[in-house]
């Protein structure tokens, strides 16, 4: 199945992103369970998590995090967009 692709992202507080979807949706997705461990623990840095960007289908940082783009669509919560 292919997903809808992220065409703009927004950092919000607490660690969460609003994202836009080529498919006319804003969902928001919540990163707080993807900061353990070495590899993300650096977006707890507010300076880091807001340098997020759109990256190909998805959104990632600059130093290479990232979130696959089927995990984040099913794992955000829709907040506006076609029925």
Do not use: H
Not at 48 to 76: H, K
């Amino acid at each position: 199945m292919l997903y809808p692709q992220a065409i703009n992202v927004t950092p919000l507080s607490g660690y969460k992103l609003l994202v836009a979807f080529d498919n006319g949706e804003n969902r928001v997705f919540d990163v707080n369970p993807y900061l353990r461990g070495d590899w993300f623990s650096e977006l707890r840095d507010a300076n880091v998590f807001n340098a997020v960007t759109v990256s190909g289908y998805s959104v990632a940082w600059p130093d290479g995090q990232d979130i696959a783009p089927d995990c984040l669509y099913v794992n955000s919560v829709r907040v506006n967009g076609p029925e």
